[in-house]
């Protein structure tokens, strides 16, 4: 089994940023896509960044140019560098990790990220 833990979420006025943290047990280097997601309340989650173990990025259009996924091998974490934050970036944000296409993902139990305006 797998467990992720995400860190990093708060309070910031629109226009900051934030550093989101997954740590995962065991090696990142084992999943095939990692990534962050957000739901906010009465909202479908939706995927907002993902990264692949051969570091190929993808992003939902609404972050494009704000957000920066990225690795961190040794510490077996996966970052979100949130800048320019706007107010409807007010979600829970969950890590989630897969290991191969066919096997089930794992999720974290998230952290609040509230931006004010």
């Known amino acids: 089994q797998v467990q992720l833990v995400e860190s990093g979420g708060g309070f910031v006025q629109a226009g900051g940023s934030l550093r989101l943290s997954c740590a995962a047990s065991?090696?990142?280097?084992?999943?095939?896509?990692m990534g962050w997601y957000r739901q906010a309340p009465g909202k479908q989650r939706e995927m907002v960044a993902t990264?692949?173990?051969?570091?190929?990025?993808d992003y939902v259009d609404s972050v494009k140019g704000r957000f920066t996924i990225s690795r961190d091998n040794g510490q077996n974490t996966v970052h979100l560098q949130m800048n320019s934050l706007k107010p409807e970036d007010t979600a829970v944000y969950y890590c989630s990790a897969k290991r191969l296409p066919w096997t089930p993902r794992a999720w974290g139990q998230g952290t609040l990220v509230t931006v004010s305006s």
């Open positions: 990264i692949t173990r051969d570091d190929s990025t």
């Open positions: 065991g090696s990142i280097s084992s999943f095939n896509t």
